[in-house]
């Protein structure tokens, strides 16, 4: 005989009651034949709605199927009788494939990277989610039994998801204040273990802070079948939701949803603090500062997500740690350098980092070919947001040898060029009325660096600033930040040659950070000021340089 389907959810008590009032009407002569339409009809819906939500719900993983029919077909009676477990274990309390997929397309959806699961059972929820994880991101899963780690564990290792879950055994409680006492916290609670206990961990998690500001708490059965809002019901699982529904709901601190899905999902997360708070509560100031402007913290602020930037110079050295960090942090990247085959390879590495790029050769110092660069990468993506305008060159000479052709060529590439590079996205970012131009300089348009000879080099730099201020005020009203970044010394293969080795020594006595500058020591003040958190910042010459220009 087929074991008898316990109804486990509100769908799944009328679909029984349905059935049932459905053959009462069919065995009754006196029963009209539309009741027994109306019952089919209403049968038909409640009954096929699981149903349809489990087909067109995206398949679960290889590693998920298993763990279902493995939890599916164990004997948890047998286990128990044997002493393995403490409890006799429902099989029906497992997550199962469409709460899983909701619970892993909220953790993309809220970019979680640390979850904390209160009740893992065999671990389906646990896996779920951390399917919906990046590749660093933690689970913490607390359950009471130990053997449900054991049966868990071979199929989490199967799984390349499996190594972010960390599984704490014993009193999810214990857990909870050892995670409190270590300071952790976390983007996502997920609470599913010990109904009379749900109100508890929730206090403890928003009283200890274990979930972040901005972060989501998610409650399962929180319908309970229905017995939450059933006035006759007498169930103690059902009052203690009821009453935990309840309290949530007139809870100031929290904002909530109850989502009608399986035996309901609850989304709770903090609301803000305007509304009256408790007294602990009353000496915080809710401002920008507390939540961060428009509710995004600071490290947030400075993604570049859906931003479309170009680095010239772009295929070696400054240029190629500034595409890296635009990438990293968000942005498509236009690789551009005069050398087609550096930018590609460029370009390359960024798609091997899951970074969307293109490479574009042009020669800064020809109008015809800047112009080709921006309408490449307009057409690429429709807009240009962050401009890094890096590519230059540095030749060496005496002043009182210094051919005109030097002096034209430096300045052609550094100053002409780059005013090319910036008139040129400066057009197509006041039409969109937002964009962030980011010149390279250099130390040596404050300093005249020494013992080697750059006249040209330095005055060109000198002329980049001065550009780079006078843009970074003609535009800022229209939406448009020109700054530049003057970097120290960078050490390059070239500056370990033979011939500039007697120089490395007078530079390093001239730096009081004692080094050179690694091109990564400046990858985070381009995204700082690609990034929004920079716009009141214009015309600005930030200085990269171990304190060179100050001795
Ligand atoms: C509803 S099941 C969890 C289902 C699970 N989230 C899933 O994805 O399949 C509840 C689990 O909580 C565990 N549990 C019950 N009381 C607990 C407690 N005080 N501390 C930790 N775990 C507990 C039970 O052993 C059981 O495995």
Not at 4 to 25: F, I, R, S, Y
Not at 235 to 256: K, T
Not at 412 to 421: A, E, Y
Not at 429 to 454: C, D, E, F, W
Request: glycine share 8%; aromatic share 6%.
């Amino acid at each position: 005989m087929a074991p008898v389907k316990v109804p486990d959810t509100p769908v799944e008590v009328m679909v029984d009651l349905l059935t049932k009032a459905k053959d009462m009407a069919a065995s009754c002569s006196s029963a009209p034949e539309e009741l027994s339409a109306h019952l089919q009809k209403a049968l038909d819906i409640a009954s096929g709605l699981d149903k349809y939500l489990e087909e067109m719900t995206t398949r679960e993983s290889e590693p998920l199927r298993e763990l279902y029919e493995k939890t599916m077909s164990h004997d948890w009676n047998g286990v128990h009788k044997e002493g393995k477990t403490l409890f006799q274990l429902p099989k029906e309390c497992i997550t199962g494939h469409v709460e899983g997929q909701t619970l892993k397309m909220l953790i993309h959806m809220s970019r979680a990277k640390r979850v904390l699961e209160i009740g893992m059972f065999t671990g389906y929820g646990a896996l779920s989610m951390a399917e919906g994880l990046p590749d660093d991101g933690l689970l913490v899963a607390c359950e009471l039994e130990p053997y449900l780690k054991e049966f868990a564990q071979p199929v989490f290792d199967k799984s390349p998801h499996g190594k972010k879950i960390v599984v704490k055994t014993g009193s999810a409680m214990d857990t909870l204040k050892e995670l409190a006492a270590a300071g952790e916290q976390f983007d996502m609670v997920f609470i599913d273990a010990d109904k009379n206990n749900y109100i508890n961990y929730y206090n403890f998690i928003l009283e200890h802070n274990l979930l972040r500001l901005q972060g989501v708490m998610c409650v399962d059965n929180s319908l309970f079948k229905g017995k939450v809002f059933l006035k006759d019901s007498t169930d103690p699982n059902g009052s203690s939701l009821r009453e935990f529904n309840r309290f949530v709901s007139e809870d100031p601190r929290v904002e909530q949803v109850i989502l009608p899905l399986r035996d309901g999902i609850s989304l709770i997360r903090r609301a803000p603090l305007a509304r009256p708070s408790p007294p602990a509560q009353r000496t915080i100031s809710d401002d920008d500062v507390f939540r961060g402007v428009g509710g995004i913290s600071i490290l947030d602020r400075m993604r570049l997500d859906g931003k479309v930037a170009y680095v010239t110079g772009g295929g070696q050295g400054i240029g190629r740690a500034f595409a890296h960090a635009l990438g990293e942090a968000g942005a498509k990247v236009a690789v551009v350098d005069l050398d087609p085959a550096r930018a590609e390879a460029v370009e390359r590495e960024l798609s091997v980092k899951g970074i969307t790029s293109i490479s574009v050769s042009a020669d800064i110092s020809k109008p015809e070919d800047v112009q080709r660069m921006i309408d490449a990468v307009v057409s690429k993506w429709g807009a240009i947001h962050i401009a890094c305008n890096n590519a230059g060159i540095n030749l060496n000479s005496a002043s009182e040898d210094t051919t005109l052709e030097e002096w034209d060529r430096t300045f052609d590439v550094n100053l002409r060029g780059t005013f090319m590079c910036c008139q040129a996205a400066g057009r197509v970012m006041l039409k969109q009325r937002y964009g962030k131009i980011i010149n390279t300089a250099s130390m040596a348009s404050l300093i005249v660096p020494h013992p080697q000879k750059q006249l040209s080099y330095n005055t060109s730099k000198a002329g980049v600033v001065k550009l780079t201020q006078t843009l970074g005020t003609e535009w800022i009203d229209r939406g448009v930040r020109v700054n530049c970044i003057s970097p120290g010394i960078v050490d390059t293969p070239l500056i370990h040659s033979e011939d500039l080795k007697p120089l490395l020594q007078r530079w390093l006595s001239d730096i009081p950070a004692g080094r050179l500058a690694q091109v990564t020591d400046l990858q985070a003040a381009v995204v700082y000021l690609a990034s929004d958190t920079s716009d009141y910042m214009t015309g600005h010459n930030l200085v990269i340089e171990g304190g060179q220009s100050l001795w």
